[in-house]
């Protein structure tokens, strides 16, 4: 049986009457989704995770409460109600893209090292716009790895930071004020993981690790059980979104 994904009409959210506005109706017109897969907080037919949504079908997709274009800040809006729907294995829910390899006719899971003689590179134009009201904890940028995450950017309250797992955090911004835009750049290279804000260099980390792909959305570290209400959220947006894979030097 031929795989249903969630479908809406596609719409412009909030849009004016610009040329802008017009052009941009669905967020793969605002961002290259092209190696990137989507998981929404909301169950497939006849299932009871979160769905994903792939090639050709995320190049039209659009969801006017979860995963939308906004005029206003011009950039895609990523939305995670915390009585969301959450992935196999996760306890919070998410709307947030994860690499891929291929493009729309033949698509695989990206796979890659930190230390195997390429440089990854992940840019982004982000803010992060809202947080759960009871446990303020969102997610906007990642590596993972096969196991778990290897470092996650991460809001709490104010507090803006690197999570590294199992090490100690790194901070961004200790006053972060919700919708402020903010330049991040994430590196995985020569065995280093690397991180620049507004282009200071903030991390420069040795982990070697294998399994690794790059994860940018909202993940929102809170649900119903933590106390937030079904209808709580976290919410980033997206203006910019890139990712490189160079081979280094000598490699």
């Known amino acids: ?43 497939g037919p006849g299932s009871s ?35 969301g729907v959450t992935t196999k294995g996760s306890k919070f829910p998410r709307c947030e893209l994860r690499e891929v390899y291929g493009n729309a006719k033949k698509e695989s899971e990206a796979v890659w090292a930190t230390d195997d003689g390429v440089s990854h590179v992940m840019t982004a134009t982000l803010a992060v716009t809202h947080l759960p009201d009871y446990k303020p904890h969102v997610v906007c940028a990642q590596i993972h790895d096969a196991k778990d995450d290897l470092m996650m950017v991460r809001l709490e309250g104010h507090k803006l930071f690197v999570e590294r797992n199992l090490t100690g955090d790194v ?18 290279s020569d065995g ?38 079904p209808s709580a959220y976290g919410e980033v947006v997206i203006r910019k979104l890139a990712l490189v894979h160079t081979p280094t030097s000598g490699k």
């Open 1 to 43: 049986m031929k795989r249903q994904v969630l479908r809406f009409v596609v719409m412009a959210i909030g849009l004016g009457t610009t040329d802008w506005a017009v052009a941009a109706d669905v967020p793969a017109k605002i961002l290259d989704l092209t190696h990137w897969k989507l998981t929404v907080p909301v169950a």
């Open 192 to 229: 280093h993981v690397k991180v620049w804000y507004n282009g200071t260099p903030k991390l420069d980390w040795e982990q070697p690790r294998h399994g690794c792909y790059f994860k940018a959305g909202c993940y929102t570290q809170s649900n119903v059980q933590k106390g937030d209400s």
């Open 49 to 83: 995770v979160a769905q994903e949504i792939r090639h050709p079908e995320l190049t039209a997709f659009v969801d006017p409460t979860t995963f939308f274009v906004d005029a206003k800040s011009k950039g895609v809006v990523f939305r995670a109600p915390c009585g």
């Open 171 to 188: 901070g961004l911004d200790s006053n972060y004020a919700l919708g402020t835009f903010f330049d991040l750049k994430i590196e995985a």
